[in-house]
Each structure stands twice: as C-alpha cells, then as structure tokens.
C-alpha cells in the first residue's frame, strides 16, 4: 500500500533554532517527492521536489534530502524565523504506465516562538 | 504566477442544502483536483479532472459530483450536505501532474 509518513506530528522551537522534519514512504514506482508549506487559513506551496537521482535540494534556509534507497526524507529549516510557522507537507508521486498518483503525507505543524 | 482562485474561502450550510464549490485557474492548465484536508487525515483526493468534460474519481468521492464545463473552471458539487462533510476543500491545478498550485481554500461547515 502506498503510504507517507511523517513525524512528528507537531514541533515547537525557539526563533533562531534549527530542526529537521522527517518523511517515510513505502510509494512505488517512485517518481518524485516535495514538500509544501502551508501557512494556517491557505493552501499548499511547493518549496522543494527531488526526483530519484537528486539527494540534497536547498531553496534559502531550507533543504531537502532524499534518501531513495531507504525511502526517507528530511527538511531541515536553518535559523528558524516566526514565518516559518506553518504545517509542512510531504507528498510522493508514483507514475504508472497510463497514469500517475500523488500521495500526501499527514504533515508536521512547526511552531516558531519567540 | 500561476492563480488558482477559489470562489468562497468561508461557508456555512445546513444539512440538506446543495453547495456548490467553484475553482478557476489562470494558466491554461489541463489537470485539476479537488482535495478535502481534515485534522490528522491530511489531503484526500476527492475528484480530478484531465480534460474539459472528462472526470475521475479520487479517494472519497461518495457524497461529491463534479463539473469541468471549461478549462479553466472545475467545480465541486455537494447535492445534499451532511455535517460530515464540513471541512476544507482545496482546489488544485497542474500542467503535467507534477507541481500542485492550491488555491487559499473553502472551509465549509454544515449545520
């Protein structure tokens, strides 16, 4: 069965820290991963996708890895700021021959405090 | 930018009333989506389209119809609201099935 995992489920850090968000999927036939962020009240927005050969991805403080032959995947956040409070979504694409499929993980709520 | 724009960002129904969903989007793409995100369920797909006219089910599309008349416009269809149907509802679009663009989404609570 096709799954994303995420933990944890919720993180609470001081503004200025680091921390590492983790996703595991048991997806197949792979194709690519992303991650999203979602500001409370909006939709999802793409920060990273990593496709099979890729297993580090940066966009500003963030960066993703992938790991494909474990199945796992992080976004670590560098020097943590308030707007980074949000949830963040792990989602796996599979591609069959006549179709593919996107699978989204339960996310990880970040709380920045002050 | 890509815009995705969802006609109602608050509603409030009773049990019985049909509710309509609107989602236009603005980059001639030909993948749209209708996902309801839940507390700890995350995004379930409820209907996509690839076409004009063409429709496929998703995950949980009992309750739902949807409607994709133009391009640009996919709409989703609750015939007969039940409170368990109050949630947020995302429209989504994409040019090749990658990338999702979500629009600000529609929290609906039926009464």
């Known amino acids: 069965k096709n799954q994303v995992e995420q933990s944890p489920q919720s993180l609470i850090i001081l503004e200025g820290k680091n921390c590492t968000l983790q996703?595991?999927?048991?997806?197949?036939?792979?194709?690519?991963l992303r991650w999203y962020k979602q500001d409370t009240g909006r939709g999802p927005v793409s920060l990273t996708i990593?496709?099979?050969?890729?297993n580090t991805k940066s966009n500003g403080r963030y960066t993703a890895t992938l790991d494909a032959d474990t199945k796992q995947s992080s976004l670590h956040i560098t020097a943590s700021q308030l707007s980074d409070s949000a949830s963040y979504i792990c989602?796996?694409?599979?591609?069959?021959?006549?179709?593919?499929?996107?699978?989204f993980g339960s996310g990880t709520r970040l709380s920045i405090r002050p | 930018d890509v815009k995705v724009t969802q006609s109602s960002r608050y509603l409030v129904k009773r049990t019985g009333e049909k509710v309509f969903l609107e989602c236009v989007q603005d980059?001639?793409?030909?993948?749209m989506f209708w996902y309801r995100q839940d507390p700890g369920l995350g995004l379930r797909l409820i209907y996509f389209?690839?076409?004009?006219?063409?429709?496929e089910k998703g995950d949980i599309p009992e309750g739902y119809s949807v409607s994709r008349e133009k391009k640009e416009r996919f709409s989703l269809i609750l015939e007969s609201a039940s409170t368990n149907q109050t949630s947020m509802y995302l429209c989504?679009?994409?040019?090749?099935?990658?990338?999702?663009?979500f629009g600000e989404g529609s929290r609906l609570t039926v009464l």
């Open positions: 989504a679009s994409s040019l090749d099935t990658g990338e999702l663009f």
């Open positions: 990593m496709t099979f050969s890729e």
């Open positions: 980059m001639d793409h030909e993948n």
């Open positions: 389209s690839y076409d004009v006219k063409m429709k």
């Open positions: 996703c595991n999927y048991t997806v197949s036939p792979f194709s690519n």
């Open positions: 989602v796996v694409s599979a591609v069959y021959s006549s179709a593919s499929k996107i699978i």
